[in-house]
Every structure is written in structure tokens, then in C-alpha cells.
């Protein structure tokens, strides 16, 4: 059974996201001082008084517009809605009872889901501001006064959700669940192929570059397995980000890129490598992440039957650093091959756990000592005298040497490429510590 989801929604600027953050515990939801900041659905797991639930953050309802990008914020509004155990309907005491709120109130309504009306900005310790009384006019039944700054009255508030959540079930707790993180510059159609693999318009999807502004995490199950996956903002550099929310939303898809197993990095096919698209990329290596490179909008390039090896060798020379990692040629549009993307992760994500013995390795260090002799220097060679595994995720061995110093990259290349040969270790990058003999193992 999943766990209960509680919705948070009303109208821009009524601190749904500040009240998100506090709930969750954590800086999850970009907080600003300008409507329409929160666009997408954004989920985080909570618990209370011993039960966990689930909160969703929304973007604020505009009931009456014709803007394109705020029907779609309200689309989604709906559609958390929909999934929703019971939904807070965050209001402003500053403000009082708007018309927005009203037809908020109304829309609510009609859902016939359980509604806690909780009224934001009450910062004040003492009586309650008699103005908190002006929202029973809202139908919503008590309004409950919080404070997302200081914390006031959350207590209050999930009291009240607490009363509308289904009785508790034992849940096994899910360690199999892959985290995919989708990475790429703006507008490569990340947010498609998040949408494309979930069969929904989970993400809002527009042509607009920037359009995600939050990390949005999403479980997924089907005859694969189980994956959460993680749609980002597209990642610019930093020297042209001047945005403020801009700034916070490269932080959170650099965040995403930590926490996942796998990540996913999106490329345009009609513009090839860019200079953007090998930093993003360096950001999944330098993390050690298992890695695939999807190449999308396939289905817009003219093709001959040499067009695909050309940009996968053009892909691999503009991206050797991470040659490692398997190339699949993709359509977020049409769907094309996107559902051969599971068989890939779950394959890099096997290989990036994957552990070797002691013994078998060491017979791929002798094998590849004796065909090619490690460097000297000074008429001093380099001795690799024992190799060990010491972690996954990416896999990482400590090679124990007479010189680290003899140790040049060209020879560590040449036995990260032995390894490989031997044991595969596709999509994931290989970390080696070097240790000199007499120093204590790592």
C-alpha cells in the first residue's frame, strides 16, 4: 500500500512551498517572492505521530487565465489533486479571502476530497488574529492558523490531515528501487521523455526553455522493476545563470545527480556534443554514476543507414572521458525505443554494483603486467604488487604499488581498460586509489 498524499495547494504566493519545506524538514521546494516559482508537482516523505506519509507541493491556481504555462501549472494541480488522501488548501492572512480563493474553495468542493484549510503568514505568538475568521466563509469547515516561517500550528494541521488517512498497513520496505536521474541542457526534452516513460503528463512540457525549475521525483513500476525517477532543470553554465531561481534550480539538478544510481544524460540529435553538454555530462561522471547517453528528437534527424555510427562515434570522441557509457538513439515524441532505456539501466545499474574477488582480479593485473611492462623512470619501475575491491557504486579498487608517483594515467587507463575487457563494468566509471606499499589500506 502506498503511503498517504497530502496535497498542498491554493493561489500564487500564499507560502505553499515555505509550508512544503517545513513540513518535509528539509529545502526541497524553491521558496521566492515571486508568483508562479513552483510550476510542477514536487514530493517529498515525511512522517507524523508515527505515520509516514507523502506531501506534494503545486503551483498556484489561477482561475481565470488564458497564459498557456499556468494551464498547464493547473492541470497539474489536478492532477495531484486527483491522487491526493486529503488536500491543504494553503490561504493568506494578509490578504484576507480573495475571488481566487473563493473559486479555489469551490474547485475543492467539487472534488469531494477531504480539505484542511490552513491560513499561512500567522508569525505572531498569542491570540489568534481575528481576521482567521473571515475564511469559515470558505465552506472548508475550521481554518487552522500556521505559520510556515516559525512552524506555528503545523502540528495543528497534520493533526487534522492525520484523521483522513487510510488505516495503516505494513509496507515492506523497497531496496531494489533504481533512482534515475534525466540530466541535460535546457530544452532536450527531458521533461517529455519523464512524461513519454510514465504515461502522463507528469512534468509540464513546453517549449520554453527553463520550464522545469524543480528536481520532480516520480516512482515508476512495471515488468522491469521499480525506479524513482528524477526530472531536472536543465543545467546551464553558471556564468550565464542571473536568475536567482535559476541558480537554485542548477543546485537542486546537481543534487538530483548525487542521489541517484543511474543517470540519464539527454542530448539533442539535430545539434550533436555541445560545449554544455560535456559539463553536464562531467557532473554524472565526477559523481561516479552509472551513466547512459540518449541521444533524443531521433526521429527529426535525416537519416542514411552510416547516420547512426557517425554521431555515436562523434558522441564518443567528443565525450571520451566517458566512453564507458552505452548510447541509445531515442524519441521522447514518438516513443521510439524509449521502452529499451529500462533494459539499459538496469543493466549500467547492475554493472555499477557489481563486485569482483580478490584472487580474479589479481590475475588480470599479472595477465596485464606481463603483456605490457609498467613504466620506469630513473631506471626505477613501477611494481604493482596487489589489487583489492573496496566499494561499489562506482566499483573501486586500491592498488597497492612500490611508487604512486610511477603510476602515471596512460598505465592506469591501460589497466582500467584490462579490467573492463575481463569483467565489463559497461555504463560506470572505475575509481582506483593508489596506495605505496607499507601505507595502511584505505
Not at 507523502?54 to 503551483?59: M, N
Not at 492532477?79 to 491543504?88: F, K, L, N, P
Not at 475564511?135 to 512552524?151: D, K, N, Q, T, W
Request: include cysteine; charge should be negative; glycine fraction near 8%.
Amino acid at each position: 500500500m502506498a503511503k498517504p498524499l497530502i496535497a498542498l495547494v491554493g493561489r500564487p504566493n500564499v507560502g505553499k512551498s515555505m509550508l512544503f519545506n517545513k513540513l518535509a524538514g528539509k529545502r526541497l521546494s524553491i521558496v521566492e517572492d515571486t508568483p508562479g516559482v513552483t510550476r510542477d508537482r514536487l514530493y517529498a516523505d515525511s512522517d507524523w505521530s508515527g505515520r509516514a506519509f507523502t506531501l506534494v507541493d503545486t503551483g498556484g491556481i489561477e482561475p481565470k487565465t488564458d497564459d498557456e504555462l499556468l494551464l498547464f501549472m493547473r492541470e497539474q494541480v489536478n492532477i495531484a489533486i486527483a491522487a491526493a488522501d486529503v488536500v491543504v488548501m494553503v490561504a493568506d492572512i494578509r490578504t484576507g479571502v480573495t475571488a481566487a480563493d473563493q473559486e479555489i474553495a469551490g474547485m475543492l468542493l467539487r472534488s469531494n476530497k477531504p480539505v484542511v484549510l490552513a491560513v499561512n503568514k500567522m508569525d505572531s505568538i498569542g491570540p489568534a488574529d481575528p481576521a482567521i475568521y473571515e475564511f469559515y466563509s470558505l465552506g472548508l469547515g475550521e481554518p487552522i492558523g500556521v505559520s510556515a516561517l516559525h512552524g506555528h500550528g503545523t502540528g495543528d494541521l497534520l493533526d487534522a490531515c492525520l484523521k483522513y488517512f487510510p488505516p495503516e498497513e505494513e509496507v515492506p520496505e523497497n531496496d531494489d528501487i533504481i533512482r534515475v536521474a534525466i540530466i541535460g541542457r535546457p530544452n532536450v526534452g527531458k521533461s517529455s521523455l519523464t512524461n513519454a516513460i510514465l504515461g502522463e503528463t507528469r512534468v509540464i512540457v513546453s517549449d520554453v526553455a527553463g520550464t522545469t525549475r524543480d528536481a520532480v521525483d516520480t516512482y515508476f513500476e512495471n515488468g522491469s522493476g521499480k525506479y524513482v525517477f528524477i526530472d531536472t532543470a536543465g543545467i546551464r553554465r553558471r556564468s550565464k545563470i542571473d536568475d536567482r531561481i535559476e541558480k537554485y534550480s542548477v543546485l537542486r539538478a546537481e543534487r538530483a545527480v548525487d542521489r541517484a544510481d543511474v543517470c540519464v544524460i539527454m542530448l539533442d540529435a539535430r545539434e550533436g556534443v555541445t560545449e554544455q553538454d560535456t559539463k553536464v555530462a562531467g557532473l554524472a561522471h565526477e559523481a561516479g554514476k552509472a551513466s547512459i547517453i540518449a541521444v533524443n528528437k531521433w526521429d527529426l534527424v535525416e537519416k542514411d543507414s552510416k547516420t547512426m555510427d557517425r554521431m555515436r562515434a562523434q558522441i564518443m570522441r567528443d565525450l571520451s572521458f566517458m566512453s564507458y557509457a552505452p548510447v541509445i538513439f531515442i524519441s521522447a515524441l514518438t516513443g521510439q525505443r524509449v521502452e529499451r532505456l529500462f533494459e539499459l539501466i538496469n543493466y549500467v545499474s547492475n554493472q555499477s554494483s557489481m563486485r569482483v574477488t580478490t584472487g580474479m582480479l589479481n590475475n588480470v593485473l599479472a595477465d596485464a603486467t606481463a603483456r605490457v611492462q609498467p613504466p620506469t623512470d630513473k631506471g626505477k619501475r613501477l611494481k604493482l604488487l596487489y589489487i583489492t575491491q573496496a566499494g561499489i557504486k562506482p566499483p573501486t579498487f586500491v592498488i597497492f604499488v612500490n611508487d604512486a608517483e610511477l603510476f602515471h594515467f596512460s598505465y592506469q587507463r591501460y589497466i582500467e581498460n584490462q579490467i573492463r575487457s575481463v569483467f565489463g563494468l559497461e555504463g560506470t566509471p572505475i575509481r582506483f586509489v593508489i596506495r605505496e606499499k607499507g601505507e595502511e589500506k584505505a
